[in-house]
């Protein structure tokens, strides 16, 4: 199983991206999926949720307004699109499979790093 | 939004000690808690689901306990490659608040 990331940069305050994450060897399809973010040495923080098909998405406070998460199950691809960026929004952001716990195996991917600063 | 307490932020102890730490939900979670291993560089290992149970392949000095909202992940006996930062997680719903991690060091 492979969740690979990509899109992250370098980006002005105010600025946007839009981040992917493409699935391999999985099943993509049927499983929601989450972005985690974690910044320079800083802990981890839960971003956003996205159920398999779509139907509905959960934000963060830190969040919510500025990011959308989405999916297309025909492409196996998770996005993630940042708008209105700050500085506090660098981070290593990660794509994250929604795990049955006892039952399924939560994946990570390597990770994509977004850095906001001018 | 509920909120993940955990403690101490970080510790020291000497190898074959026993640590203990505490993660604490401002509200109900039942025992939907994960306890996380990460290593520098590396992405978060699962240890512990269900407040308590062990994930396949972890080593069975690592250990999860409740108690209503307050959750503790107990290393019987440190050892040398469990320097690492240990995350709690809820998972009662789609809000997957994270704790703030604790740093342990020998």
């Known amino acids: 199983v492979q969740l690979v990331e990509s899109g992250g940069g370098v980006v002005q305050p105010g600025g946007s991206l839009r981040l992917s994450c493409v699935a391999s060897?999985?099943?993509?399809?049927?499983?929601?999926m989450h972005w985690v973010r974690q910044a320079p040495g800083k802990w981890l923080e839960w971003v956003a949720f996205?159920?398999?098909?779509?139907?509905?998405?959960y934000y963060a406070d830190s969040v919510r307004g500025r990011f959308t998460i989405s999916r297309d199950n025909s492409r196996h691809t998770l996005f993630l699109q940042m708008n209105s960026l700050r500085a506090e929004d660098t981070a290593v952001y990660y794509c994250?499979?929604?795990?049955?716990?006892?039952?399924?195996?939560?994946?990570w991917g390597q990770g994509t790093l977004v850095t906001v600063s001018s | 939004d509920i909120q993940m307490t955990q403690s101490p932020s970080s510790l020291s102890a000497s190898v074959g000690d026993r640590v203990t730490i505490t993660c604490r939900a401002s509200?109900?979670?039942?025992?939907?808690l994960v306890w996380y291993q990460q290593k520098p560089g590396k992405v978060p290992k699962l240890l512990i689901y269900?407040?308590?149970t062990l994930q396949t392949g972890v080593p069975s000095r690592f250990s999860g306990s409740a108690s209503g909202t307050d959750f503790t992940l107990t290393i019987i006996s440190l050892q040398p490659e469990d320097v690492a930062t240990y995350y709690c997680?809820?998972?009662?719903?789609?809000?997957?608040?994270f704790g703030q991690g604790t740093k342990v060091e020998i």
């Open positions: 994250v499979n929604d795990a049955i716990f006892g039952k399924d195996i939560d994946y």
């Open positions: 060897e999985f099943t993509f399809s049927s499983s929601g």
């Open positions: 996205i159920p398999y098909d779509g139907s509905f998405q």
């Open positions: 509200q109900d979670i039942r025992n939907h």
């Open positions: 269900a407040a308590s």
């Open positions: 997680q809820k998972y009662d719903n789609a809000y997957r608040t």
